[in-house]
């Protein structure tokens, strides 16, 4: 009789042992192959969220060099006096700008040109605390708007963000601005003046598309009137500080083409920005583009710095990530243990056997076919594992990594929250509130990833079915290996 037919055979009169194998086979199947499952899944959504989401990358003024070098010429000059460091605002020249765009992986970019300035002709948003401003409007604006009666110091009420696409920047891309009617800033109005501005704003003064405003810089040696092109409306609630200044009262924020902005500044900012933001075509790139970008000559490293704004990417990734390093503990945990449970059942069951491999020796049977019975054995059950763990394991890892993903999700809002509490992030675009630094709102209206797409793939099939066939060996030729080096005449005599 061969050892094929004796293996099932063995397994036909020991039924109970077999199921329980059976049964312990499977847990460790279904297990593993729901672990490589959700890594899988895991895998493929961080893929697409990093696809979707790209990454960020800032060129802005390094603020730490510049008051670092600040301080060292205060130091050394002469007298002995300490001079206060002062906040310097430093432009980036656009050429050099569209030097870095023209990068590989730069999917698209946005420019940022912040300032601001006054109302000519319509009345901003009042903030309750704000005493800036007289009631008396005759005081402040002469027959025409000219503004003639204006004080010299009078506070700005108006936030001039200029950029070089509204739709990419960074509130619209956030959703805390949307654009409700006409047309949004795009690059093909580079040069003209024309405006958006918010609803509350256009609906207090009666404005609609396509009607004109003027706006003045805050030392009335400019006025520039604009062409409302597009209203949009916002669900910023702003700072505390909008409430003692106009111009912080996100309805008083207005979008500019940044050459406008530049306009208001003087001619000292013309082909300038604040800042340019970068956007990635794919997160996993932003060290190579920086890489890359350090060799253009044209930017000043000594001034300026890139900062990757991958917090977005990040916080969506997050619970991810976590849920694929659980999952992948999981798998080398079980695959350990399955393998010292079936080796350790195994052995019981080869020592209960030692009578029936020393008839099988004695007889002229080869050690090497004994251990082939026992593989038989445990391989047909492993087969049948593969095959129940198959269907089952998607349901399993579905269930297991969305209720992971919940949680870790849950984790990840709660630790933000927070983050929130601690301190607000700033606003690094500028009074506008358009600039890159608006990274709690953005990370905050970010949605989740709340399910996994589970599908059992035939690698991970096969990656499941390879560390079960290294189990079945390994339960099996060690301790076959502990009664098979002993002699039939021994393994007899010691039979009770």
């Not at 970019?109 to 903030?127: D, H, V």
Request: a negative charge.
């Amino acid at each position: 009789m061969n050892f094929i037919k004796r293996g099932l055979l063995s397994m036909k009169a020991r039924k109970g042992r077999t199921i329980l194998q059976l049964f312990i086979f499977t847990i460790v199947c279904v297990l593993i192959l729901s672990g490589f499952t959700i890594q899988s899944a895991a895998n493929k959504a961080s893929e697409l969220a990093r696809q979707e989401l790209g990454g960020d990358v800032t060129l802005s003024v390094d603020r730490e060099k510049q008051m670092e070098a600040q301080q060292k010429e205060s130091s050394s000059s002469s007298g002995g006096t300490t001079e206060r460091r002062m906040f310097e605002s430093t432009p980036v020249a656009v050429a050099a700008v569209k030097k870095l765009a023209e990068l590989d992986h730069v999917a698209g970019y946005n420019l940022y040109s912040n300032t601001q300035a006054m109302a000519s002709g319509f009345e901003p948003i009042a903030s309750s605390n704000d005493t800036s401003q007289t009631d008396d409007s005759s005081t402040q604006q002469g027959p025409g708007g000219n503004d003639s009666n204006r004080p010299q110091m009078v506070q700005a009420d108006l936030s001039v963000s200029g950029v070089l696409d509204s739709a990419t920047a960074t509130k619209f891309k956030a959703g805390t601005d949307k654009l409700v009617s006409g047309k949004a800033i795009t690059a093909s109005d580079v040069g003209k003046n024309v405006v958006m501005i918010e609803k509350t704003l256009a609906e207090e003064n009666d404005l609609k598309v396509g009607d004109k405003i003027k706006i003045q810089s805050s030392d009335e040696a400019t006025t520039v009137e604009l062409t409302i092109q597009g209203i949009y409306e916002t669900t910023d609630s702003g700072t505390d500080a909008a409430a003692n200044f106009s111009f912080l009262n996100p309805y008083n924020t207005i979008y500019v083409p940044y050459t406008v902005a530049n306009t208001i500044k003087g001619s000292d900012a013309k082909d300038t920005v604040d800042s340019a933001i970068y956007f990635m075509d794919d997160a996993a790139n932003i060290s190579a583009f920086e890489k890359a970008a350090k060799k253009v000559t044209a930017v000043n490293w000594d001034t300026f710095k890139l900062d990757a704004n991958d917090a977005t990417y990040q916080q969506m990734i997050g619970p991810i990530n976590n849920v694929a390093a659980f999952s992948k503990n999981v798998v080398y945990i079980v695959s350990i243990a399955g393998a010292l449970i079936l080796g350790l059942l195994v052995m019981m069951q080869i020592r209960e056997r030692k009578y029936e491999m020393g008839v099988l020796l004695a007889i002229g049977e080869k050690r090497s076919k004994l251990v082939g019975q026992f593989l038989v054995e445990i391989l047909v059950v492993a087969v049948l594992s593969f095959g129940i763990a198959a269907v089952s394991s998607h349901y399993v890892a579905q269930v297991v990594g969305n209720q992971l993903l919940t949680q870790q999700n849950a984790t990840a809002s709660e630790s933000t929250s927070t983050t929130n509490q601690r301190g607000p992030g700033g606003n690094g675009g500028g009074p506008g509130g358009g600039g890159p630094g608006f990274g709690s709102s953005l990370t905050a209206n970010t949605a989740e990833i709340k399910s996994l797409d589970i599908q059992v793939s035939l690698e991970d099939m096969l990656k499941m079915g390879g560390i079960g066939v290294g189990i079945a060996f390994i339960s099996v030729l060690l301790p076959s290996i502990l009664v098979l080096r002993m002699n039939p005449k021994t393994i007899l005599t010691k039979q009770e």
